[in-house]
């Protein structure tokens, strides 16, 4: 069961391809959108406060690339871009350690709504990798698109970032500082979001570089817009 204040989140739902099967305003606000088997109730509150907000669901897919395609598109369509940050938001896809492959949207009432597919009979978190880099990597993406926590995330990359005696490669490096922008604008902190994607988009890659991180660097444009 998710909140809503002012209906924006039904605006957004039927944008997304949703349909409102169901709508109440009193005695107590009340709405069902429907999309395929994908099934989503709305109560409304009073003096709601989206940032205050702890409301999440999971939805399981099995076409979660698909669906993301659709989302993005139905946001452009609504707000004239892709938002990756504020409210509402969409995150990236990605290939969580849990054999999950998902995304998370954010709506206007900062409900949080996780949209998966199991890549794996085995859910369980896989090992954190051993080496530095790989390891913060590995916590970060944990705790930006699967806890929703971006100032953990944010401490996460600062702090391997500062490392004196490591380097990361220039691939590690990218998908740190990529990553290190998207908490940064989702926490409304412009300045690091902004020095970040300039440092990430300044490291020399490789064709195969480039390649192996074309999602990666699909999001610095992305965030950059």
Same mark, same amino acid.
């Given at each position: 069961?998710e ?8 605006r ?7 349909e409102?099967?169901?709508q109440?305003?009193?005695p ?32 399981r897919t ?13 946001l452009?369509?609504?707000?004239g871009k892709?938002?990756s940050?504020?409210l ?15 995304f998370l949207?954010?709506d206007?009432?900062?409900?949080c709504?996780?949209v998966g597919?199991?890549t794996?009979?085995?859910q ?6 051993e080496?530095?880099f790989?390891?913060?990597l590995h916590?970060?993406s944990l705790?930006?698109?699967?806890? !929703?926590? %971006?100032a953990?995330a944010?401490k996460?990359?600062d702090? $391997? +970032? @500062?490392? &004196?005696d !490591?380097? %990361?490669?220039?691939a590690?490096?990218v998908r740190l500082? $990529? +990553? @290190?922008? &998207?908490?940064?604008g989702r ?9 970040a +994607?300039?440092?990430a988009?300044?490291?020399?890659l ?6 192996t991180?074309?999602?990666d660097l ?8």
């Amino acid at each position: 069961m998710e909140e809503f204040g002012d209906g924006d989140q039904l605006r957004e739902a039927s944008g997304l391809g949703f349909e409102v099967t169901f709508q109440q305003k009193s005695p107590n606000p009340y709405a069902v959108v429907e999309r395929g088997g994908i099934e989503l109730r709305f109560f409304g509150m009073k003096r709601y406060e989206p940032t205050e907000s702890y409301s999440t669901c999971c939805v399981r897919t099995d076409d979660v690339d698909g669906l993301y395609a659709d989302f993005r598109a139905g946001l452009k369509r609504a707000y004239g871009k892709v938002p990756s940050r504020g409210l509402p938001r969409i995150g990236p896809l990605k290939d969580m350690s849990y054999g999950t492959r998902q995304f998370l949207m954010t709506d206007p009432g900062s409900n949080c709504v996780r949209v998966g597919q199991p890549t794996s009979e085995d859910q369980h978190h896989r090992p954190a990798p051993e080496e530095t880099f790989a390891r913060a990597l590995h916590h970060a993406s944990l705790l930006a698109d699967s806890k !929703e926590d %971006p100032a953990g995330a944010a401490k996460v990359g600062d702090r $391997v +970032l @500062r490392l &004196d005696d !490591e380097r %990361p490669t220039p691939a590690q490096l990218v998908r740190l500082l $990529v +990553l @290190r922008a &998207d908490v940064a604008g989702r926490l409304g902190d412009e300045r690091t979001a902004a020095t970040a +994607l300039a440092e990430a988009a300044a490291v020399p890659l490789s064709a195969e570089e480039r390649e192996t991180l074309r999602s990666d660097l699909g999001r610095l444009e992305e965030l950059r817009d």
